[in-house]
């Protein structure tokens, strides 16, 4: 127990530090604890760094939804608070002709895709790998954050830790990986880096633990409604499911839902046959036993397989093929297995099923004891067939009644301002799924901020999605504002930014006053397009140079108040 002085003086600093603060001081205290000699009667205080030796270091970030800069951030904030020198660079304006130069590099790159860094990170990626570098004199870390629900978590941070060593450089602390609740296993690895620091960059410092990975929330729900939103004569299919669980879901508006989806019965049947695989019969897939028949339809991924899964299919057939992204069905066709032993050592080199992200599109203050998704149907075309996406087809066909396992995806950087803030969001097609949610949890709650929707679609008679539900929004005075864009209703296209651009007085007046733009929907063109009527309506009504527009976009950014969840 903290004696009343101590007590008091804690008190005040909780009450007067922000959530990430919060954050970053829980993650702190771990470290300290996790590296004290427990029970052996050392103070805690024993553990805490001393006062670092080293005075300048970089910190380069690669990011793709923003997390990887917000770290990369703070921890550049508490370095400078330690008197340590400290260069911030996103990879992407990174100069590459200063790393051989570095002394004390530490970086925070995520991973997308198919384990593959983010764009903003790709120049430094191909550089480091493409290049021959001499980096001994270079002490470093990376801090990895990922998804441990995909098959190659932290695939990007992995990589580039393994490779900077490879160059010559020297891991003072060793790589830490993350997943999406990152924070204190993040706070954790900084604290390693700043004990080195310390110590002079020796790599000697006491390592801290970090946590152990708590693993994700699953859920089983049941589907009450599945409904398609989009008219006979539209050319879409978008599809509003309500899901039921017993179990209270935890989720804020912003989140996403996660699904790992099934594959075809039709589908799973055919590579039966083909293989003369009994589906009956068990088999271990990623320390889990399964039926064969079950892992193919509900664990393992068989469609568009990853060019180096085909490459050791290729091994064990001992057949030539060419590097290539190809369907498991149509692989086995082509390049056939002996037998069925020898498909069961094709199994053993398959991957998971990767989930799939659905912006959640309920409030947990509006549909108590539900959670709602927005999906539309996938449909693209290979070699003159029409296929669908797995997981959007999967959801399509979902009946009433039927049973769906799930999980929550925490989006940090995608979170509704105080109740008193104004909000403008941008959301056409299934965009829109993120601001139902926040519109309804800004219903539920009396929230007195004013709210400003742009929605867009293909055609109004067919294609406006909740439209019923916006409608009484607008009437009842909760929606301020709506502007529509429906491109194929009139001879010459009208998207959102068009309809920003013909407000953009209003718009300029809300931003001005200190409301948060959100935008949600397809990255490209969209998001793009959205972002230059942005700097348009900065630089015009602002009175603002180009320069000062894009640095007044970057400061939105920065504030939290210009917020993306784009795909």
């Not at 086995?332 to 069961?344: G, N, S, T």
């Not at 797995?390 to 009433?400: A, G, H, I, N, T």
């Not at 009644?401 to 105080?418: C, E, M, R, W």
């Amino acid at each position: 127990m903290l004696a009343e002085h101590r007590l008091k003086a804690f008190q005040d600093l909780v009450t007067q530090s922000s959530r990430e603060e919060l954050i970053w001081m829980n993650g702190f205290l771990a470290g300290l604890v996790s590296a004290s000699n427990a029970g052996s009667g050392t103070p805690v205080t024993a553990s805490a760094p001393a006062a670092p030796k080293v005075n300048k270091i970089s910190i380069l970030f690669g990011t793709e939804t923003g997390n990887s800069k917000k770290v990369a951030t703070e921890f550049a904030g508490q370095a400078k608070k330690s008197g340590i020198n400290v260069k911030l660079t996103s990879l992407d304006q990174y100069r590459l002709n200063d790393l051989a130069k570095e002394e004390y590099l530490f970086l925070v790159i995520s991973t997308q895709g198919d384990g593959e860094p983010p764009v903003t990170a790709k120049k430094f990626y191909d550089h480091i790998h493409q290049q021959s570098l001499n980096l001994e004199k270079i002490k470093f870390s990376v801090l990895a954050l990922g998804d441990t629900s995909y098959p190659l978590f932290c695939k990007a941070g992995e990589d580039v830790d393994a490779q900077l060593a490879k160059l010559g450089a020297k891991r003072i602390v060793p790589l830490q990986k993350c997943d999406t609740d990152y924070a204190e296993d993040a706070a954790a690895w900084f604290v390693q880096v700043m004990r080195s620091l310390s110590d002079g960059g020796s790599g000697n410092a006491s390592p801290v633990p970090a946590k152990k990975a708590k693993g994700k929330k699953n859920y089983t729900g049941t589907i009450l409604t599945n409904i398609n939103l989009n008219d006979r004569d539209s050319n879409k299919q978008t599809y509003h499911l309500e899901i039921a669980s017993e179990e209270e879901v935890a989720y804020e508006p912003g989140d996403s839902l996660g699904i790992i989806p099934h594959n075809k019965k039709e589908t799973v049947d055919n590579i039966l046959a083909l293989t003369g695989a009994d589906g009956e019969t068990s088999v271990e897939f990623r320390n889990e036993r399964y039926t064969i028949a079950e892992a193919l339809t509900k664990k393992i991924n068989i469609v568009h397989l990853p060019e180096r899964v085909v490459k050791q299919y290729a091994s064990i057939v001992q057949q030539e093929i060419p590097d290539t992204r190809i369907d498991l069905l149509d692989l086995l066709r082509i390049y056939p297995v002996k037998d069925a032993a020898q498909f069961e050592q094709v199994i053993n080199i398959l991957e998971p099923i990767a989930p799939r992200l659905y912006s959640i599109s309920s409030s947990p203050e509006a549909h108590s004891g539900e959670v709602h998704i927005t999906v539309a149907l996938d449909r693209f075309n290979v070699n003159n067939e029409t296929k669908s996406g797995l997981c959007s087809d999967y959801l399509s066909q979902l009946k009433v009644d039927s049973v769906i396992d799930f999980y929550i995806h925490k989006n940090s950087q995608f979170k509704l301002p105080a109740a008193d803030k104004d909000v403008i969001m941008i959301g056409p097609g299934t965009g829109i799924a993120p601001f139902r949610s926040f519109i309804a949890e800004r219903d539920a709650t009396g929230a007195t901020g004013r709210n400003w929707l742009f929605f867009g679609d293909q055609k109004f008679t067919s294609d406006f999605l909740y439209q019923t539900e916006i409608q009484n929004w607008a009437d009842t005075g909760v929606l301020s504002k709506v502007n529509l864009a429906f491109s194929r209703d009139q001879k010459s296209k009208i998207y959102v930014q068009h309809r920003m651009l013909e407000h953009a007085e209003e718009l300029w007046k809300w931003i001005d006053n200190g409301a948060y733009v959100y935008v949600c929907g397809a990255k490209f063109p969209m998001s793009n397009d959205v972002e230059n009527a942005l700097l348009q309506i900065i630089e015009r009504q602002g009175g603002k140079s180009i320069p000062d527009a894009i640095a007044f976009i970057e400061k939105l950014k920065e504030e939290g108040r210009y917020l993306l969840d784009v795909y």
